[in-house]
């Protein structure tokens, strides 16, 4: 987008400004990238703590977002098998 805003610009077909506006969204976009992979990290090394093992990069499952999980028929909504009605 930048690239394509730049030259648009240089050929007249866009204000200067523009530009400047694409590079500013660019900018902006890198950050937010920067910002997620930092809390990431720090999501990681909060679980890592929690689970009391050392930090590592985790592998993600993203297979339960890509198909919607089945519920079995053995797993019917009942009262008894509530967790917090068993108390």
Do not use: C
Not at 42 to 67: C, I, Y
Not at 72 to 87: I, Q, T, W
């Amino acid at each position: 987008i930048k690239n394509i805003t730049a030259a648009r610009a240089k050929n007249g077909l866009l204000a200067g400004v523009d530009t400047s506006i694409a590079n500013s969204e660019v900018s902006s976009a890198k950050i937010a990238y920067l910002k997620a992979l930092n809390l990431e990290q720090e999501q990681n090394a909060r679980l890592a703590v929690l689970m009391g093992l050392p930090p590592e990069p985790w592998t993600l499952d993203s297979s339960f977002v890509t198909k919607i999980p089945t519920l079995s028929p053995d797993a019917a909504l009942n009262e008894k098998n509530h967790p917090l009605l068993k108390y």
